[in-house]
Each structure stands twice: as C-alpha cells, then as structure tokens.
C-alpha cells in the first residue's frame, strides 16, 4: 500500500504559477513510474505528465514547455511545476504512482484554478 497526499492547488491569474506535491508514504526511487493526471467535470482523466524509473517525462501536448514533473527521493515527492497556467488548465490534479509489481495508487487529488 502507498499513500499520495497532494498539495500546492489553489487559485491563481492567467500566466502565472503553482507548485503541486505529492508526498508518498514510501521511497520514490522504488517506483517503476509516478505521473500527474488532471480531470475537470464530465471529461476523463487525462495524463499531464509522466515520468519513469530511468527518468524519461512524457507530457500532454497542450502543457509541453509550460509544466515540468520532477522528484525528490530524498523526500519521497513528486512535483509538478507549472507555469504559465490558462484558465484551460483548470481541473483537479491528481498523482499516481505504480510499483515495480504494477500496482497504481492515486493520492486525493487537490483543486487548481485558473482565473481569466
């Protein structure tokens, strides 16, 4: 079992910018992948931004150049960086991670909204 505890959501203004944490209850290094999802009502979850093991990132067209995924084992955390935000980006944003068995846990998601 891994718990995800999400934070750093808020209200921001067009253009400008947020931290999301995830803090996981066990070592980062651990697992074969962590991501951020975001899902805004009535669509699906959707993949922002995807890291592995070995560190390759893979992001959502629409976030390339704007957001950055990153962690800090030494801290058990996942980050994501996000600038240059648009009221588009609004949703929740949730993390995920999955082990080296392919188990997926999803911490409880944390609100980011951007105002025009």
């Known amino acids: 079992q891994v718990q995800l505890v999400e934070s750093g959501g808020g209200l921001v203004q067009a253009g400008g910018s947020l931290r999301l944490s995830c803090a996981a209850s066990r070592n980062t290094f651990s697992m074969n992948a962590m991501g951020w999802y975001r899902q805004t009502p009535g669509k699906q979850r959707e993949l922002v931004a995807h890291l592995t093991k070995g560190g390759t990132t893979n992001y959502l067209d629409s976030v390339q150049r704007r957001f950055t995924i990153s962690r800090d084992n030494a801290k058990n955390t996942l980050y994501l960086q996000m600038n240059s935000l648009k009221p588009e980006d609004t949703a929740v944003y949730y993390c995920?991670?999955?082990?080296?068995?392919?188990?997926?846990?999803w911490g409880q998601g944390t609100q980011v909204t951007v105002s025009s």
């Open positions: 995920n991670v999955q082990t080296g068995l392919g188990t997926s846990f």
